[in-house]
C-alpha cells in the first residue's frame, strides 16, 4: 500500500505538471508566458488566443485533477487521496517543465474537487460563474470559489474540510499579484 501511495505521488505530481497552456500556445505559435498576464491557465489562454484553446486548456487542467485523484481512490485511505490531490495541484502550479513557474491551480483543484465530490465541484464552478459575472475578473471570482469550498464542506463531505482549507491558502497565495494589483488600484 505504502508503494503504491509513493507511486501515485509521484504520477500526480507529473500529471499536475503538465502544462496544457504552454502546449496549446505553441500550437498557436506563441509563448503563453510571455502574453497577458504569462499565466499558463484557462483565463490567460482565454484572453490571449481565444475561447476555443482556452476550453482546450480548461479541459485538460482539469482532467490532469481528476485523473489521479479517482485512481487514487480505488488503492488508497481517504487522507493518502487527499495528499495526492494536493500534491496534483501543486504540480501545475510548480511543473517541473517550466522550472517551477506554473499556474495558479483553479481548473486543476476542480479536477481534484470533481473526483472527491461531483456536488462540491457544481458549487464551486457555480460559485465562481457568479463571482464571475459580479467582479468580471477571474482572481477574485477563484479565490471566492476556492474560499467556499470548506465552509460547503462542513455540510456536505466534512472529511474534506481540512483539503479545502489547504487548498483556499494555496490558491490565496498564487493569487497575490493580482490581490496587490487590485489594493494598487483602489488606491489611485
Not at 473526483?115 to 482572481?139: Q, R
Not at 467556499?148 to 462542513?154: H, T
Request: hydrophobic share 50%; net charge positive; proline share 5%.
Amino acid at each position: 500500500m505504502y508503494g503504491t501511495f509513493l507511486l501515485l505521488i509521484v504520477v500526480a505530481y507529473l500529471l499536475g505538471s503538465i502544462p496544457f497552456g504552454k502546449l496549446v500556445g505553441k500550437r498557436h505559435g506563441i509563448d503563453i508566458q510571455k502574453h497577458g498576464s504569462g499565466n499558463i491557465g484557462f483565463a490567460n489562454v482565454r484572453r490571449t488566443l481565444g475561447w476555443r484553446p482556452g476550453l482546450i486548456v480548461l479541459a485538460g487542467d482539469i482532467l490532469k485533477g481528476l485523473i489521479p485523484v479517482i485512481i487514487a481512490k480505488h488503492y488508497l485511505q481517504p487522507y493518502q487521496v487527499f495528499i495526492v490531490g494536493i500534491v496534483t495541484v501543486i504540480g501545475h502550479i510548480f511543473p517541473i517543465w517550466l522550472k517551477f513557474r506554473g499556474g495558479k491551480g483553479i481548473a486543476t483543484g476542480l479536477g481534484v474537487t470533481f473526483a472527491l465530490n461531483p456536488i462540491l465541484g457544481v458549487l464551486g464552478a457555480v460559485v465562481y460563474l457568479v463571482a464571475l459575472a459580479c467582479f468580471k475578473k477571474s482572481a477574485p471570482s477563484s479565490i471566492l470559489a476556492t474560499w467556499s469550498l470548506p465552509i460547503v464542506c462542513l455540510a456536505i463531505s466534512p472529511q474534506y474540510t481540512w483539503l479545502y482549507f489547504c487548498f483556499a491558502a494555496l490558491v490565496t497565495w498564487t493569487h497575490r499579484t493580482n490581490i496587490k494589483q487590485e489594493v494598487l488600484m483602489r488606491k489611485t
